[in-house]
């Protein structure tokens, strides 16, 4: 059956629900009166719950096994995806996410579903048609399905200040460390605005439907960043680049976007259009003012910890 709210479906499917542009969006849809499906491999799961609690349907899939997925596309107007890194034994596999990926994307276009919001990875200005990972096959994937779809394609996120026990971003003893240069401006996302933009592509399919969005709120410098951080939480915080070799033995990905970065290629989300569409987007010292000061407070042991997700991607787009 082909879906569309002429016929009043009010129905979208969240995949990936409890992850953080998931979790996120499922709850700015229930605000705009949608009926939301949460999927989750874990309904026991405490964010899992929460999203009940909220007002969500919990259904239950796994992408790593299709036959699971067609129940809970069945019916929907709407996907939306962010399909998180896959990891296999030696690190990244970006083959086990496209394949994941693609799974979701056939089942939609089976089911009939109308518009399909899908979250991948900014890209850089200039890069090489031969570079890509998993969202990016997944993203051409999906261009060739025949579904209608909107691509959001956000920078590195400000909630990755929060990541804890990684050798990439995150704050680690007072110290941001990433691979970009101190003085250069970096753009970045709020994971709430991504939702945003993913509630005004579904409450408007014909001006949507068909768009690519680069998605940016800010561009401080990692300096800035660092000394905005310090200001909005009265802590010390600095921040570190790291070398080329350390970012190699990180991953092979690490030093390849390190290498890109070194030759010019840049995010190149335009900012000023996208407040146009959407006033309210989120400066860094706007999301540090909503939560984010206090939970990096928390996590420097200044207020009780409740330990953050890690980073949905990497390098944070």
């Keep these: 059956m082909i879906c569309d709210l002429t016929s009043k479906n009010r129905t979208v499917l969240v995949a990936g629900a409890t992850g953080k542009q998931g979790g996120v969006t499922a709850r700015r849809l229930l605000a705009d009166g949608w009926a939301v499906r949460a999927m989750v491999r874990t309904p026991d799961a405490e964010s899992a719950r929460a999203l009940a609690a909220a007002g969500a349907e919990l259904v239950t899939a796994d992408l790593d096994d299709p036959e699971t997925l067609a129940s809970v596309v069945a019916g929907a107007y709407g996907v939306f995806t962010a399909p998180p890194v896959a990891y296999g034994p030696t690190g990244l596999d970006p083959d086990k996410e496209f394949t994941r990926g693609r799974a979701l994307v056939d089942t939609a276009a089976a089911a009939g579903v109308a518009h399909v919001v899908f979250s991948g990875v900014a890209t850089l200005s200039g890069q090489p048609a031969n570079v890509g990972d998993g969202k990016t096959r997944i993203e051409a994937h999906l261009r060739g399905s025949g579904l209608a779809t909107t691509v959001l394609r956000p920078v590195r996120f400000m909630s990755n200040y929060l990541g804890t026990g990684l050798p990439i971003d995150g704050i680690q003893d007072g110290v941001n460390r990433h691979l970009f240069p101190a003085d250069e401006p970096v753009q970045v996302i709020a994971v709430e605005d991504?939702?945003?933009?993913?509630?005004?592509?579904?409450?408007?399919?014909?001006?949507?439907?068909?768009?690519?969005?680069?998605?940016?709120?800010?561009?401080?410098?990692?300096?800035?960043?660092?000394?905005?951080?310090?200001?909005?939480?009265?802590?010390?915080?600095?921040?570190?680049?790291?070398?080329?070799?350390?970012?190699?033995?990180?991953?092979?990905?690490?030093?390849?976007?390190?290498?890109?970065?070194?030759?010019?290629?840049?995010?190149?989300?335009?900012?000023?259009?996208?407040?146009?569409?959407?006033?309210?987007?989120?400066?860094?010292?706007?999301?540090?003012?909503?939560?984010?000061?206090?939970?990096?407070?928390?996590q420097a042991g200044a207020l009780p910890t409740t330990a953050p997700n890690p980073p949905d991607q990497p390098l944070g787009s």
């Excluded at 915080?237 to 033995?249: C, F, H, K, L, Q």
């Design 194 to 298: 991504i939702a945003e933009f993913a509630a005004m592509a579904f409450a408007d399919p014909d001006r949507y439907a068909g768009r690519t969005l680069e998605l940016a709120g800010d561009a401080p410098t990692p300096t800035e960043a660092a000394a905005t951080i310090s200001a909005a939480t009265g802590l010390d915080i600095g921040y570190v680049r790291m070398s080329r070799d350390e970012a190699e033995r990180i991953g092979s990905e690490v030093g390849r976007v390190m290498d890109l970065w070194e030759r010019g290629h840049r995010w190149h989300a335009d900012t000023e259009a996208l407040r146009a569409l959407h006033p309210g987007m989120l400066t860094l010292r706007d999301w540090l003012d909503r939560g984010g000061a206090e939970q990096i407070r928390k």
